[in-house]
C-alpha cells in the first residue's frame, strides 16, 4: 500500500487533465493514471501512413468558456473552418453561411432555397437571443420541439439544416436532445470558430498533460476497480489515496466502482477516413446531408482546414455516421456508393484508411438531464467522479467538471485536516 499521493485520479482525458491541474495549482500533489500509452480519453490522434486521425470527427470551438481559461491558442495553431455549412439537397450543393461573419455570402445564403425568408428572420432572432441572453430558467424541451414549437421554423429549414447539422453534433438524429444544450451549442457556434489545431485534437490534451509537474502522469497504468480511498491496478498493486477520483467515460466508470456509479446512455458514431489523390472540394467546409437519405452525416476535406493532417499532394476526407450500423463490409460500400452520387467517379479512387467505430462516443443529454442536476461536490459513497456526463457533452463540459471536482476535493481535504 501506498499513500505518497492525497489524490489518485484515474483517467487521463480531459476531465481528468483539469482535476489533476487544479489540484497542483492548489497544491496538492495527485497521481493521474491511464490505460493508455498517451493522454486525452477520447481526444486522441493517431499517425497512420502520414496522416493525422482523430478519434472521429472532432473540433474545437474556440468560444467555449474553460477552453479559453485552459489553453493556450496561439500555441495549438489553431485553423477554423469557414462559418456555415455546404447542404447536399436535390441533387445539388447549396450555401448556409454565417451572414454575420460572412455579409459578402448573405444574398447566396438568403436565396438558397433552404427555408423561407422568414426562416431567416426567425434565425436572426435566435442568435440574437442566445448571444445576448444566458438565461436558461425557461423550461428545458427536446431541440426539435425547441426549434418547431418555440422558434417557429419551418419543418423544410428543420429537416434540411438543422437536422443534419446537430445530429452531426449530438450523434442522434431526432434531436431529443435538451434545448438547454442546443442554445449553449448555437452560442458558441456564433461566437467563435470551429477549429482544429495543426497537430490534430491529440495536441489539447498533451499540452495539458504538459503542464503537470514531473511523475503525476503515469500512462499505460490499466486499473481494475477502485474505492473511496484506493486503486488496484490489474498487475495486482494496491495504491492509497486520501481522495479517489474517476474521470473516465460512464460504461467505465460504472464497471471500475463495480456499479456504484451508473452510466448514462451512449450516442455513437461511426468515421471512416480516405486517402483522396486530390480534394472533391476546395474550401475549408463541412458538407451536411439535407436529405436524410443514405449512411453519411456530414463530410469534410480535414486537409482543406489543415494541411498537416494530410502527406503532400495528398487529401485527407472524413465522412461521418451518426449510430453504430453492423459491423459489415457493407456500410464502407453504402457511403461510397452514396458519395459517388454527390462527386462522381473520383471516389472509387479514394483508399479507406480507417473506419473508428465508437460505442460511447457522448453521454445521452435528453431534454430535462438538468433539471436535477448532479451538482458539485459530485461524489457517491465517498467516491469523486466527473466528465463530460456531469456537464455538457463537449470539450468545454469535460473540462469544467474536471475543474470543478478538484475544487470540491481540495476543499473537502481541508475540512478533513
Given at each position: 500500500m501506498s499513500s505518497q499521493h492525497p489524490v489518485i485520479i484515474v483517467g487521463a482525458g480531459l476531465a481528468g487533465l483539469c482535476c489533476a491541474r487544479e489540484l497542483?495549482?492548489?497544491?496538492?500533489?495527485?497521481?493521474?493514471?491511464?490505460?493508455?500509452?498517451?493522454?486525452?480519453?477520447?481526444?486522441?490522434?493517431e499517425l497512420v501512413d502520414g496522416f493525422r486521425l482523430d478519434l472521429g470527427f472532432q473540433v474545437l470551438q474556440?468560444?467555449?468558456?474553460?477552453?479559453?481559461?485552459?489553453?493556450?491558442?496561439?500555441a495549438l495553431q489553431l485553423r477554423s473552418f469557414f462559418p456555415g455549412a455546404l447542404i447536399r439537397t436535390g441533387g445539388r450543393f447549396v450555401e448556409m453561411a454565417d451572414p454575420w461573419r460572412r455579409p459578402s455570402r448573405l444574398f447566396a445564403t438568403l436565396f438558397n432555397g433552404i427555408g423561407s425568408f422568414a426562416d431567416r428572420l426567425r434565425l436572426a432572432r435566435l442568435r440574437w437571443t442566445v448571444c445576448?441572453?444566458?438565461?436558461?430558467?425557461?423550461?428545458?424541451?427536446?431541440?426539435?420541439?425547441?426549434?418547431?414549437?418555440?422558434?417557429?421554423?419551418?419543418?423544410?429549414?428543420?429537416?434540411?439544416?438543422?437536422?443534419?447539422?446537430?445530429?452531426?453534433?449530438?450523434?442522434?438524429?431526432?434531436?431529443?436532445?435538451?434545448?438547454?444544450?442546443?442554445?449553449?451549442?448555437f452560442r458558441t457556434f456564433a461566437l467563435g470558430d470551429a477549429s482544429l489545431p495543426s497537430a490534430g485534437m491529440g495536441a489539447i490534451p498533451?499540452?495539458?498533460?504538459?503542464?503537470?509537474?514531473?511523475?503525476?502522469?503515469?500512462?499505460?497504468?490499466?486499473?481494475?476497480?477502485?474505492?473511496?480511498?484506493?486503486?488496484?491496478?490489474?498487475?495486482?498493486?494496491?495504491?492509497s489515496a486520501r481522495a479517489v477520483v474517476l474521470a473516465v467515460d460512464g460504461p467505465s466508470a460504472e464497471r471500475l466502482s463495480q456499479g456504484i456509479l451508473k452510466s448514462p446512455a451512449a450516442?455513437?458514431?461511426?468515421?471512416?477516413?480516405?486517402?483522396?489523390?486530390?480534394?472533391?472540394?476546395?474550401?475549408?467546409?463541412?458538407?451536411?446531408?439535407?436529405?436524410?437519405?443514405?449512411?453519411?452525416?456530414?463530410l469534410c476535406v480535414v486537409s482543406n482546414v489543415v494541411p498537416e493532417y494530410a502527406p503532400p499532394g495528398r487529401s485527407l476526407i472524413s465522412v461521418s455516421v451518426v449510430g453504430l450500423p453492423a459491423a459489415t463490409d457493407g456500410l464502407e460500400q453504402s457511403v461510397r456508393s452514396q458519395l459517388t452520387d454527390w462527386f462522381g467517379d473520383q471516389v472509387s479512387s479514394w483508399r479507406l484508411l480507417r473506419t473508428h467505430r465508437i460505442p460511447w462516443a457522448l453521454p445521452a443529454q435528453p431534454a430535462g438531464f438538468r433539471d436535477q442536476p448532479p451538482g458539485h461536490p459530485a461524489t457517491v459513497n465517498g467516491l469523486w467522479y466527473c466528465g463530460d456526463y456531469q456537464q455538457t457533452a463537449s470539450i468545454h463540459g469535460a473540462m469544467l467538471s474536471g475543474r470543478r471536482t478538484a475544487t470540491a476535493v481540495a476543499a473537502a481535504l481541508t475540512d478533513t485536516r
Open positions: 497542483h495549482r492548489r497544491n496538492i500533489p495527485c497521481l493521474l493514471l491511464d490505460a493508455h500509452d498517451q493522454p486525452g480519453g477520447r481526444v486522441r490522434t474556440t468560444a467555449y468558456p474553460e477552453a479559453q481559461q485552459q489553453l493556450d491558442y496561439n445576448t441572453r444566458e438565461d436558461d430558467s425557461q423550461p428545458d424541451s427536446t431541440t426539435a420541439d425547441f426549434l418547431r414549437q418555440t422558434c417557429g421554423f419551418t419543418p423544410d429549414i428543420i429537416q434540411r439544416f438543422f437536422r443534419p447539422w446537430f445530429s452531426g453534433v449530438f450523434l442522434e438524429p431526432a434531436l431529443a436532445t435538451s434545448s438547454r444544450y442546443f442554445r449553449f451549442l498533451q499540452q495539458l498533460a504538459s503542464t503537470l509537474p514531473a511523475g503525476t502522469l503515469r500512462l499505460s497504468t490499466p486499473v481494475a476497480s477502485v474505492t473511496r480511498d484506493s486503486v488496484h491496478l490489474t498487475d495486482g498493486q494496491v495504491l450516442c455513437s458514431t461511426v468515421c471512416l477516413y480516405f486517402d483522396a489523390p486530390k480534394p472533391p472540394l476546395t474550401d475549408p467546409i463541412l458538407v451536411l446531408n439535407g436529405d436524410g437519405q443514405g449512411p453519411v452525416n456530414n
